[in-house]
């Protein structure tokens, strides 16, 4: 890594300043430190990498390149291959890109490989999912339980406060949080909302329909669905309409373009959606002020011994409905 | 806000695009919106400013605004005075900056002022301590709990893991939580540590070693001294060497220049220190992205009716010691 550090007030006294970028309000960053700038690249390891979820964050990724003149890369296993993604991190760091972002798929089978990439000189950065027992400077992404109180807002104002409801999840430990965050504010705020079952839909979209549809059948009494992954509201929706049962009011998770159609017609009553542009652009940003000193928390953080970056952005969600769902679907 | 608004997409396209920029390596930014961005300001609305712990948040603000070609100022009142801050923050929307960032001294109070100033046009971000019933886009800040627990955790191997001590605060929520957190990781780590005094020290530098002197003498057989405020540390420095007990380990807050001195003779066993610098910085960056549309969560952010804008940045906290130390004075 000390090959590839910038360190733009050291390049500037020694370098030739160019009197140009200066004139037009920019950065005055010398010829030097532009041309390591170029050569940078930022690396997002990511898993399951076939979904369309990651759409937001490539986006991220192209607009945090132009805008500071670096490169910035997607990869990872097409499945959830959290082996392959270990291995992946390996032949990562052997690279040495300048920074590396991950969505651990298995945060114990990536903490290791997290440890050696910062102790080779690449600081790491986790979006999304985070591995908090590493030595990554900052993990971006959203508090699960917040968001889960914001989807049994949603879910408990549609179906006017009372009644029997499922919620629908994937048994990850992020994603339960937000199950948790369900329960809770209606045990706060909506005491007459009674949580029947907790249906395991595996966020497959194929099997999906079906836990909902059994979820019904056994349950034909409920007035709403709370789904907590990004498959769960289209498999509810799919579900409703095959029982004939739109009269049941679900909130969904993420803004999975296959989905939004759902709210549009009012299948779906609404969703709760994670900022991933903001994860991606902010971590590549953040990764490249720390390789370049342009965080100066103190003068050198790593004879300080300290993490110069934040030690979590939480993006927080946004609420999806009928009159602004044309804002997030994907062009 | 919609005069001052620069769209930077629709300003490259109608404008004339610099190519000079663009050769070097930078983002191509029209002459229109650059002239546009060293237009605005950004105005950090703090209080008690005459102290020297907003060092950090300037250096960042003049940092920032060197980045970004934007202008940007450091104000509010020399004391703590809540009332004169509330009047400022109104005489300064009227003055229709870019961006306010604030520290609030009263959040009940700040709060009527931040919705008005968000209501017209002009984004908020609060920075050290929240307003969480407003409408500001971010907050950047530590969680008191935390840094109180990494306190808590040095004092408490500097003790060897037990015995008395007392805790030193101000009666601020902020800085109560720290106090929380101390006694959280002795119930959970440390049992053999018993907190026999939390002291106020009413952060304020003339009277803080008083407290402490009162507080070794009523209570002799302590070991140990954790101070939770800007001023606990200094003034139980004071208090320790003028009661002859200088076998009392002090663990203090934040990196006042007056304090560092005393964990470089050691009276002082080490510190927790927040990132101040991180705060301001990115704060600008972000209400600025906000401004231009720089953070393209979605492509219209007013019509969506969200906050583009991370919800929580906790910066986290370093840990200052004997051999670190020299990192934190402001030379």
Same mark, same amino acid.
């Given at each position: ?34 041309? #390591?700038?170029?050569?940078?690249? @930022?690396?997002?390891?990511? +898993? /399951?990498?076939? $979904?369309?979820?990651?759409? *937001? ?126 329960? #809770?504010?209606?045990?706060?705020? @909506?005491?007459?909302?009674? +949580? /029947?079952?907790? $249906?395991?839909?595996?966020? *497959? ?127």
């Amino acid at each position: 890594m000390t090959g590839l550090k910038v360190n733009r007030r050291k390049l500037l006294t020694a370098g030739a300043v160019t009197g140009l970028a200066g004139a037009f309000g920019l950065p005055m960053l010398s010829k030097q430190a532009l041309a #390591a700038g170029e050569g940078m690249e @930022y690396v997002f390891l990511s +898993v /399951v990498t076939q $979904v369309p979820f990651w759409v *937001d964050h490539r986006a991220a990724l192209d607009d945090a390149a132009a805008a500071l003149g670096v490169k910035t890369r997607f990869t990872g296993p097409l499945d959830f291959d959290t082996a392959g993604q270990a291995r992946q991190l390996d032949e990562l760091i052997a690279r040495r890109p300048a920074g590396i972002m991950i969505f651990p798929g298995d945060a114990a089978a990536m903490a290791p490989g997290i440890d050696r990439a910062v102790e080779a000189g690449i600081p790491v950065a986790c979006l999304t999912g985070d591995v908090p027992n590493s030595r990554r400077s900052t993990f971006f992404g959203i508090n699960g339980f917040n968001a889960g109180r914001m989807g049994g807002e949603m879910l408990a104002k549609a179906i006017g406060g009372k009644g029997k409801v499922i919620l629908g999840t994937f048994p990850a430990p992020s994603v339960l949080e937000r199950v948790e965050g369900y329960k #809770a504010i209606f045990a706060e705020k @909506y005491p007459a909302i009674e +949580v /029947v079952d907790v $249906v395991n839909d595996k966020a *497959d979209p194929s099997y999906a329909p079906t836990a909902y549809l059994q979820a019904i059948q056994a349950n034909p009494d409920i007035v709403g669905i709370g789904g907590t992954d990004g498959d769960s509201g289209k498999g509810a929706a799919i579900a409703v309409n095959e029982a004939g049962r739109k009269d049941i009011k679900i909130v969904a998770m993420d803004r999975n373009d296959d989905m939004l159609p759902y709210i549009e017609d009012g299948t779906i009553h609404g969703a709760v959606a994670q900022k991933s542009y903001i994860e991606a652009f902010l971590a590549v940003h953040m990764l490249h002020w720390q390789n370049t000193d342009g965080i100066k928390v103190v003068p050198d953080w790593r004879a300080a011994g300290i993490n110069p970056l934040p030690e979590t952005v939480d993006t927080g969600v946004m609420p999806i409905t009928a009159e602004n769902v044309g804002q997030f679907k994907h062009v």
